[in-house]
């Protein structure tokens, strides 16, 4: 038997040391755990495999997400899409925020696929994120793609680099608005948006 240390060595060295998993293993050890324990050794690369999927939104872009399905109608009434799940990292602490955004938009001409725009939010969302520019993303993404006359965007969320840490109150949520267009300049328009919203728990 010689050397096994050697050999160890030797492996590690043949691996790729940018990869995430790799670093990862680094921070097992830095937070005092051994990463060569049962439960930890495949942990590294099961964590850079989610923290891909959580990031995947910087592999995508409005035109793959949105895959032409806008359509021309006549119709100017309200769109809402309320209730979209997504789940975010704060780009502060990297830890989870997640809850529910509500999209509404004002067509002018033209509207977006419904599954379209949970898409999109989810774009937005897998990305290193602060909720407020996250809302305004939303909005402007639409306004850009099918110039309607307003879009509204809600967003409320629970952060957990604030709850897990103690410095909120476990319920407390944060909400962000962004209004664009009538959304912003119609009182009407906004009210309507905002009494949507608020009936969902009817
Ligand atoms: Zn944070």
Redesign the pocket.
Known sequence: MTKPTEEIILNEEKLDTKTIACHMREIIKLVGEDPNREGLRKTPERFEKALKFLTGGYHQNLDTVLNGATFSVCYDDMVIVKDIEFFSL????M?P?FGKAHVAYLPTKKVLGLSKVARLVNMFARRLQIQERMTSQIAHAIEEKIAPQGVGVIVEAR?L??QMRGVEKQHGQAVTIAMLGAFRHNKETRDEFLSLVRSRKG
Request: with cysteine.
């Open positions: 704060c780009e502060h602490h830890l925020f952060h680099c604030m």
